[in-house]
DNA sequence: TTGAAAGCGCTAACAT
DNA sequence: ATGTTAGCGCTTTCAA
């Protein structure tokens, strides 16, 4: 009992119900200013009786643009949940959400499968080319393929985070990680911890780079010799927090810079199961601020990054690209702060 | 800069570069049998090379099909990952994706927007009408109006969880709340405990209401009293787990059958902190078998429930139903488990 | 303010 | 095995 018996009422229908041509009919459902009072009434009311809703499809093959944006997220949420933080590609989704329902655009949501096959998945959402743009929201290697390949078929889209390849042609909105980082490491140097650690998150993200170039940063300001025993690459998992920080602790550290909040937790534990007190033996600082580093034992000092600023942004400026109001490329920087509690 | 300039290349200028007719191409591009080899490999090559992509709108206007589903999760995002659990939801949509990626159709998703205005949201929904049909994540009250759209205009649907209204008319798949939960509470009634206690969660969840009904059962069954006192309704949070379990210890219990994991780990609080000791004083037992359940100190023991399953299930229903290939209405109920750990 | 008509790009029935 | 043709439902000139 599936809807394919009566056929859908379509604006012919309408239009000779209410005894006008189609094209009044598409000027009442497109609020064309040029239509008689009477005449929008009468059409309106013949609308609401049949039940009538315009056919996206045909509205697409004829105005060549779709009303949908999709956003594309190559990794699998598992995965994320299990190894990063749900509560980032939540806030991402909301969030673009948020704008797109607003500004009356549907969003098409491609997510990695977890079959790892990223090239196929890639060429299936370059197939089934039913959004007038993307955002893409990563900022990891394995993607270069097909950003390439948008920049190619020049396909509006903005990305959440700084692209490896071609940043200055490439509209993206991030935060300023490099110089949050230092922010984050200079406190710890000014609290005077002098053998200060950092645990990096997955080498494949920008981020992880960049986080680790400001911790540099910091330590060269201060004439403080970067140790490489000191600077551990991992994930961004609580696992890898841990198991970085119990080898750390074996090396003797004074503070750890996390390259997020959830590398911290798992750091906090180590460092607590080691019989050590934070922030007396063991300082600690985040990144995110995620819901948890507030409610961590002790709280978690550490850097608050708008995640929900990033990804209206990035859905405004995308919209605002393909309703010709925006120029392009462009870079956006978000402000990032550093939320001082017990860690520290 | 945006793709506007150069128009895509079309089916027709691919026949012409390849001197086929339309029709040859059609049929190459949906592999269609009756093409000579020859003049595949010649299409193939041409359409390689113009970089030519099958205009959808147009395919689906011919068709009559999208080849889209819509995910519909009527709550925002952000309420369920602060109240509720985000594993649920990424499950959903992560099982939702490998199904659907699988059998070559896009997702859409419609996620409620924190302004809340849920009629203009389903609306939306209603006249956005790209999908060809849709998966409705979520059994609440609220939806009723939504549900009866659907029928009305007879677009295949298919609910994850029982429906409210109309449960024998509607495709879902859900589990069998009211035995799990009988087992739970009878789990506790055979350990011996005696003042069991239930903390239920959102009370339009309809999720609620049979887990509360298993609870009753599994009393009745052993002739233990009902008592009002032991039943608090609240909602799937972890604040409400201990609110409610504060209150409870007040009343005298000694054991706790939470309508969900996080709300037995919001119980779990209250009871340690009220210097009880799990499952001496008070045993508990959750709902869900969430990552956290298993990590929680003690570790929880729960009913279990296939998240991943109960939406591949959907998703699988939904693309069959599409297809021809399955029969309508189907009710599926999925089977639950009990996972005994450290809190009984 | 309204209508007539062309055409977006594709598929599928029919003809060959 | 291939081509011809009609038409899916809409928007948008252009003419009235």
């Known amino acids: 009992m599936s809807g394919k018996i009566n056929r859908q009422v379509s604006l012919i229908d309408v239009a000779e119900q209410a005894g006008v041509s189609r094209s009044t009919v598409s000027r009442v459902i497109n609020n064309d200013a040029y239509v008689s009072d009477a005449t929008r009434e009468k059409v309106l009311a013949v609308i609401k009786e049949s039940g009538y809703v315009p056919n996206m499809a045909a509205r697409s093959l004829r105005t060549q643009r779709n009303q949908v944006i999709a956003v594309v997220i190559p990794d699998p949420l598992s995965h994320i949940f299990s190894s990063d933080n749900p ?53 990891v290697d394995e993607e270069q393929f097909f950003i390439e390949e948008l920049l190619t078929i020049d396909i509006p889209f903005v990305m959440i985070g700084r692209p490896t390849i071609q940043p200055d042609v490439i509209n993206y909105v991030s935060i300023d990680n490099v110089n949050a980082s230092k922010t984050a490491t200079e406190y710890l140097i000014q609290q005077g911890y002098r053998r200060i ?38 994930a961004f998992t609580m696992a890898a927090g841990y198991r970085q920080a ?61 995640i929900d600023r990033k990804a209206e942004t990035a859905a405004s400026l995308l919209l605002d690209i393909l309703a010709g109001k925006a120029d392009e490329p462009q870079q956006i920087l978000l402000p990032t702060e550093l939320v001082v509690r017990s860690s520290t």
């Not at 922030?279 to 000092?301: E, K």
């Open 87 to 139: 509560y980032y590609f939540s806030t991402i989704i909301q969030s673009i959400t948020e704008v797109s329902q607003q500004r009356d655009y549907a969003m098409l949501l491609w997510v990695g499968s977890l079959d790892g096959r990223r090239e196929r998945f890639y060429e299936r959402i370059l197939e089934k080319r039913i959004m007038d743009g993307l955002i893409l929201a990563a900022s």
């Open 197 to 234: 650690a950092t645990i990096a998150g997955n080498w494949n993200n920008i981020d992880s780079h960049e986080r680790l170039e400001g911790y540099k940063q910091a330590l060269a300001a201060h004439n403080m010799p970067y140790d490489e025993a000191l600077v551990r690459i991992d």
């Open 246 to 306: 119990k080898h750390l602790i074996s090396q003797g550290i004074d503070a750890i810079f996390a390259g997020s909040d959830i590398i911290a937790i798992g750091a906090m534990q180590a460092i607590q199961e080691a019989g050590l007190s934070i922030p007396d033996d063991v300082a600690l600082i985040g990144f995110d601020d995620i819901p948890n580093a507030r409610n961590a034992i002790p709280p978690l000092t550490t850097i608050r990054q708008p």
